[in-house]
């Protein structure tokens, strides 16, 4: 295991501590976030790009009754760290008198997860990360096709300590590997792995998982738009979890009148349950916050209904409720947001979902998607990668890329089957699990030429 | 500290690149948030550090780090030849630079108002003043009021004898009504955009003044009836043509898109150099620049963060596709030199083909009222919501925050929730009208993404408005 103690960032988040106070501070926070980044790409069958980065970000919340000011800096000596105490201090004695108390938590227990970081991970060398970009590519190569894509390996320590004795500190790791593969006339498939110790992705696998559905891609046809039944793959899943949380599951867009969530509102098939449980180790598992909140299990949507949305410290205290330690860095406008995402499984292997399909379509993954309308959570984007037909349950060939405009509320209301296997994705809000869907109805308006 | 980068380059040579730049930076960032008349997040930001890039083996290699010592400066310099080894292992094309003479020389964006020397108190009066004006509506549901000022100081050096500093003010605002009333949500905003120089630009936006229009056409369109499904002449406003431009255009013509560099994330492009000079982009009456020298524009600067320097370069002539955003590795490849369009997002990252300033050429003739007045019958969209393209950049959606009806060369019916669709070339090849130079605006974008680790890109775009015939609108289940 990593050491999830450093003594360096919770000594450095004391002393930040320590400034603000002697500044009169009536409450601090202060966030100490160290990261060793490392990233290898690749695309036409070669690493093109190869980066590092290390970095260490101090952020104080500094509060002066009902004023706050915020500041950051990734200088570490202590005169940038006075500087820093001295900047947020000065917001916040300029701030007009806010009409509400601050809350910052106040300390709780901790139970810390095994499994945030991997030492693999966070030691992880740039000879590993292309001798897995080389495995991808060896099987593109078998293939007859270019590979495209990058490894991550991260590791990030976090520390917290506000004036309320809140102390938290932990690392956590992060891999990912990402490939699209890409034959002469554009034809593409995609797959992913992820996971916390980066040894348990077989590059190999995700390259002839991406290749084979290149290769099953070859001279798509044309379909017209309108309704089909769709089997959705997890890489496309993922992104109906992802906006769903951005747009609705959220408190502050709860209490804000912008999120179409409503406690005991159904909103899916009863097939649906979505949790938000940063302890569950098939997921990437982390014990608190970045206000220092342990994280709590949130169930979302439980057999199609509303239950509970994620608060952090401030939409808790005007909800006059404890928060669920899915606060992020100050200052947030956005509010608390689900990181972790679980959608329960089902009972159907991939065969029975496609086999579902009498005439319909099997998606592997979607491009650009953007709201259309966030309270009715309607979405457009694009298919991408491998975009199937399926007649009488079977998949008869490869179709040319559609673009949807589609409620992702009204796909989840018609979820007819759900996938039992699930893959641990990244999405553009954090790391969920998800399986394929299959959905009785998805809009598609519009189609392209690849 | 011209000894860290000096250090950098020695250690990186010495261990054996052919070629390395180096990349010290420090950046300071306000942003002041307000909601429904709340101070919801004021913050100051100071990130500063270096990066080393290197060439080994005719393959790329970079580390950055935040902790600013000779010492480091070897070590970033040891570890980035270390991963171009790596890289090496994989690599099937040696990278080649163009050649070019050494960049000497400094910059600074002309500032009036320095937006970090005035005090946060008086800038939040303003914000605070604006968001009282839109909530003076009645009925508005929730406002939000953000501003953000970024300044970078950044220093290039590299071992074939560049030396550039720089000093680049950035500021951005906007102001945002929501009109709520069950399931609907309409959103108004003005102006969503940002600009190179000083806090004059935000006090010329009177941001307090447009308060009330704004939150009132909130309200407009939550009463409004839904934009009905029609093909249709559109005229684009500004505020939605510089977001075309930006979609369909600029990322389209990055050559590392082209070449593939991208297509594991935002994709390939369909401006493939074998119609370089030939392809047929759009109507003749389309001329886009990318143009780095424009003053006040987002993607403005003295040279790109390879220590290019700045340049206009034609994309698009008389609707033939005639050029590219390059660098000093994709440049050779269709025979040319850099066009300048490396940048990076601060210290940490490598330099990729970005936007600068993607401006569609106002057109002598007609004013955008004019266009307006010149057309029987279309729709008048203003004001981007949503954007999605393929990821060849061929088949787009906009929706807009406004949409009228235009009938008879007249303004009427107001929409809600307008789209628009279509294919990227047959779209502006449907273009008949650009309007001139009287309503012609440079937008900033300030969140453009692309790259992994992810990049956040400042970019530019001017537009005056167009006219585009035969467009679908109105897309979708309502």
Redesign the interface.
């Known amino acids: 295991m990593v050491s999830e103690r450093d003594p360096g960032s919770l000594e450095l988040a004391e002393r930040v501590l320590r400034h603000a106070d002697a500044l009169g501070a009536t409450q601090a926070e202060v966030l100490v976030d160290q990261t060793e980044s490392r990233l290898t790409r690749f695309a036409n069958s070669e690493i093109h790009q190869n980066v590092a980065e290390s970095n260490t970000m101090v952020n104080l919340r500094f509060v002066d009754g009902r004023r706050v000011g915020c500041a950051s800096t990734n200088r570490t000596d202590d005169a940038a760290l006075r500087r820093l105490a001295e900047s947020a201090g000065r917001i916040a004695r300029l701030m007009p008198e806010g009409d509400e108390d601050v809350h910052l938590p106040g300390p709780a227990p901790i139970a810390y997860v095994h499994g945030a970081a991997a030492v693999a991970t966070a030691e992880a060398t740039p000879e590993l990360r292309a001798a897995a970009a080389r495995e991808v590519i060896a099987a593109a190569d078998a293939s007859g096709v270019q590979a495209y894509g990058s490894f991550t390996t991260d590791l990030e320590h976090v520390a917290l300590a506000n004036s309320l004795g809140v102390r938290a500190q932990e690392a956590r790791t992060w891999s990912q590997l990402i490939t699209v593969a890409m034959g002469a006339a554009g034809e593409a498939g995609y797959a992913e792995a992820a996971a916390v110790d980066c040894t348990s992705i077989d590059a190999a696998a995700v390259g002839r998982e991406a290749a084979e559905k290149a290769r099953s891609a070859r001279e798509p046809v044309s379909v017209p738009p309108g309704d089909y039944p769709v089997v959705l793959e997890p890489y496309a899943v993922v992104d109906l979890l992802d906006m769903l949380g951005y747009l609705g599951f959220s408190a502050l867009a709860v209490q804000e009148g912008r999120s179409f969530f409503e406690p005991g509102k159904v909103i899916g098939s009863p097939l649906v349950t979505i949790v938000d449980d940063a302890e569950d180790l098939a997921g990437a598992p982390i014990s608190f916050d970045y206000e220092g909140v342990p994280k709590q299990r949130v169930p979302l949507v439980e057999a199609g209904v509303c239950r509970e949305a994620v608060y952090d410290a401030q939409t808790a205290a005007r909800a006059g409720r404890r928060s669920t330690g899915h606060g992020l860095p100050a200052p947030n406008p956005y509010g608390p947001f689900p990181l972790n995402m679980i959608m329960s499984a089902g009972d159907a292997s991939r065969d029975e979902l496609v086999g579902g399909l009498d005439h319909g379509l099997l998606v592997t993954r979607f491009h650009y998607t953007n709201p259309v309308h966030p309270k009715l959570a309607i979405v457009t984007g694009m298919t991408r990668d491998g975009t199937f037909l399926v007649e009488h349950g079977r998949v008869v060939g490869p179709v040319r890329n559609l673009r949807f405009t589609q409620s992702y509320l009204d796909a989840l209301a018609g979820v007819q089957a759900v996938g039992r296997e699930r893959r641990l994705l990244r999405g553009f809000l954090g790391a969920s699990l998800v399986p394929a869907l299959r959905i009785g109805a998805f809009t598609f308006t519009g189609a392209t030429e690849h | 500290m011209p000894e860290l980068t000096d250090r950098a380059l020695d250690t990186a040579v010495q261990r054996g690149a052919t070629f390395a730049d180096v990349r010290q930076t420090r950046r300071a960032e306000e942003?002041i948030?307000i909601?429904s008349?709340?101070?919801?997040?004021?913050?100051?930001?100071?990130?500063?550090?270096f990066?080393v890039r290197v060439l080994v083996d005719g393959?790329?290699?970079?580390?950055?780090?935040?902790?600013l010592t000779v010492a480091e400066a070897d070590r970033m310099a040891a570890?980035?030849v270390?991963?171009?080894?790596?890289?090496?292992?994989?690599?099937?094309?040696r990278v080649q630079l163009d050649d070019r003479p050494p960049a000497r020389g400094t910059y600074q964006t002309p500032v009036v108002e320095d937006p970090f020397a005035l005090?946060?108190?008086r800038k939040?009066g303003d914000l605070?003043a604006a968001d009282e004006a839109m909530r003076r509506v009645p009925g508005i549901?929730?406002t939000?009021v953000?501003y953000d000022a970024q300044r970078e100081w950044k220093t290039y050096a590299s071992s074939d004898g560049s030396l550039v500093e720089q000093e680049i003010t950035h500021v951005g605002a906007v102001i945002e009504a929501?009109a709520?009333n069950g399931?609907?949500?309409q959103r108004r905003s003005y102006p969503d955009s940002a600009a190179a120089g000083g806090y004059e630009w935000v006090r010329d936006l009177d941001l307090a003044g447009n308060g009330e229009r704004v939150a009132s056409e909130a309200m407009q369109l939550l009463v409004a009836p839904q934009c009905p499904p029609m093909r249709t002449t559109v005229i684009l406003h500004p505020s939605q043509l510089y977001m075309q431009i930006h979609e369909s255009c600029g990322h389209p013509c990055e050559l590392d898109r082209v070449?593939?560099?991208?297509?594991?994330?935002?994709?390939?492009s369909?401006l493939t150099p074998d119609g370089l000079g030939t392809f047929r982009y759009g109507s003749e009456l389309i001329d886009i620049v990318a143009d780095a020298t424009v003053p006040g524009g987002l993607g403005t600067f003295g040279w790109d963060d390879e220590g290019v320097a700045a340049q206009r370069v034609p994309l698009i002539e008389a609707g033939r596709h005639v050029g590219y955003l390059t660098s000093r590795e994709t440049a050779p490849r269709i025979g040319r030199q850099s066009g300048g369009a490396m940048r990076a997002d601060g210290w940490?990252?490598?330099p990729l083909i970005r936007m600068t300033n993607i401006n569609l050429l106002p057109r002598p003739g007609m004013s955008f009222d004019d266009i307006v007045a010149d057309t029987d019958e279309g729709l008048l969209l203003a004001t981007n919501?949503?954007?999605?393209?393929?990821?060849?950049r061929?088949?787009f959606?906009f929706?807009t925050e406004m949409g009228w009806q235009v009938k008879g060369g007249k303004v009427g019916q107001l929409y809600k929730?307008p789209?628009y669709?279509g294919?990227t070339y047959e779209f502006w090849g449907s273009c008949d009208a650009v309007a001139d130079e009287r309503s012609y605006t440079l937008f900033g974008t300030p969140n453009c993404g692309k790259g992994?680790?992810g990049q956040n890109g400042h970019v530019g775009h001017g537009a005056s408005g167009a006219r585009f015939r035969d467009v679908?609108v109105g897309?979708?289940?309502?």
């Open positions: 942003s948030a909601k008349g709340r101070v919801e997040g004021v913050s100051f930001g100071e990130s500063e550090g990066g393959a790329w290699g970079f580390a950055a780090s935040n902790r570890e980035a270390r991963i171009a080894r790596a890289s090496a292992t994989a690599l099937r094309h005090s946060v108190e939040v605070l549901g929730f939000e953000r929501n709520v399931d609907d949500m070449y593939g560099t991208e297509a594991s994330y935002a994709g390939t369909f940490n990252r490598i919501r949503s954007w999605s393209i393929d990821d060849r061929l088949n959606q929706a929730n789209t669709t294919i992994e680790p679908q897309v979708g289940k309502w």
